[in-house]
């Protein structure tokens, strides 16, 4: 009888160990997302005041994409696509599940960024994101070594030869589109047009590729060649600009006379997540002003959060003024959303491109 007793004892002890375990790990929020948009000090707030623990993975959105279709949609709790990444990639791959936005506080959203974001990534009457982030893509510039440097066809001209860099991504192929008087926006709907307009923008880079120190790929590889002078132009994120202007004041973010390109990085949830209760909470927590305005701070960008630009720092705020007076902010070009499709002929002119052909 004791023995008996005994063993029920430790399977009731063992039972509970389990169900404590699986609690503990239903408890983990599990984000996937950019570098600087989760900083230790938010995230050990958060994990105080909910109890909740932030397993962070980084990434970008060409990445977060193939995780997602990697898995079918498993793997993570919460992503930050940008807002142009979701209504494609969900209609073709289906890796995302639509949000309740019941759950979230929107009065702490701007009201016009939120509605934006939520009409870019509804399907079906069914949202998709909401925003977090947002910034610019535009020239960042040694105005002292490339004065002349004012758009994006400048990174090929001979003044700044074998010092000028862009990444081969996406972001290179509509900057250009837009530089030389085409606009690849208009011809999303249209694959045939959009098609022979990349295979024109595809040309463009070619020539211009001669011209390239490298095609950067990680951010601290860009800042350090424009830091020591073997980088004195490049296209890149205004972030990165801001935060070597506050080292060098002659390296600025430049907004193109074609136009600066307006991206806003999203929250969305992966299709098969399985915390989206932490997820939800997570989104409440940053859009505090308080809370975004530290998350500003560590990613050098705005945010979606309604009041957190009162709190940030006066020199983030002077740079953007500097960077965008009203003209060039009118002159934004704000990414829609991607249909389904356009990304494997972008892909494929990329690929040319790094293969040189």
């Excluded at 909401?130 to 001209?157: E, R």
């Excluded at 950067?216 to 990165?240: F, H, I, P, Y």
Aim: glycine share 8%; aromatic share 8%.
């Amino acid at each position: 009888m004791m023995t008996k007793r005994a063993g029920l004892k430790l399977a009731t002890a063992l039972a509970a160990l389990m169900l404590a375990g699986g609690a503990q790990a239903a408890e983990k929020l599990r984000l996937l997302t950019w570098a600087d948009y989760a900083p230790k000090d938010v995230v050990d707030q958060f994990t105080k005041e909910t109890g909740i623990e932030v397993e962070i993975t980084l990434s970008n959105n060409e990445e977060m994409i193939s995780k997602l279709r990697a898995t079918q949609g498993a793997g993570f709790d919460l992503v930050q696509p940008s807002q142009d990444r979701i209504a494609g990639p969900q209609q073709e791959f289906g890796i995302y599940k639509p949000m309740d936005v019941s759950k979230l506080k929107s009065d702490l959203f701007i009201g016009s960024m939120l509605e934006a974001t939520k009409k870019n990534t509804t399907i079906d009457g069914k949202v998709y994101g909401v925003p977090h982030i947002w910034g610019t893509d535009g020239l960042i510039v040694n105005t002292k070594a490339a004065p002349a440097v004012a758009d994006y066809n400048d990174l090929c001209g001979a003044a700044v030869a074998g010092k000028s860099s862009f990444r081969a991504k996406r972001p290179a192929l509509i900057a250009f589109a837009f530089a030389n008087g085409m606009d690849p926006f208009a011809a999303y709907k249209d694959v045939k047009a959009y098609s022979a307009l990349m295979d024109k923008v595809g040309a463009k880079l070619a020539e211009c590729k001669k011209n390239v120190k490298f095609f950067w790929d990680g951010k601290d590889q860009l800042l350090n060649a424009l830091r020591s002078g073997e980088v004195v132009a490049a296209m890149a994120w205004d972030t990165g600009g801001w935060k070597l202007n506050t080292e060098n004041s002659d390296i600025k973010f430049v907004a193109p006379k074609s136009g600066a390109l307006g991206w806003i990085d999203t929250f969305a949830l992966p299709a098969k997540g399985r915390n989206d209760d932490a997820a939800y909470k997570w989104i409440n927590f940053n859009m505090r002003p308080e809370i975004a305005a530290k998350v500003a701070a560590a990613a050098g960008n705005f945010t979606a959060s309604n009041g957190a630009d009162k709190l940030m720092q006066g020199k983030l705020k002077d740079q953007f003024a500097e960077s965008f007076p009203k003209a060039a902010i009118d002159n934004i070009k704000w990414y829609p959303s991607v249909p389904a499709g356009l990304e494997e002929i972008e892909g494929k002119v990329l690929d040319r491109l790094k293969a040189g052909s």
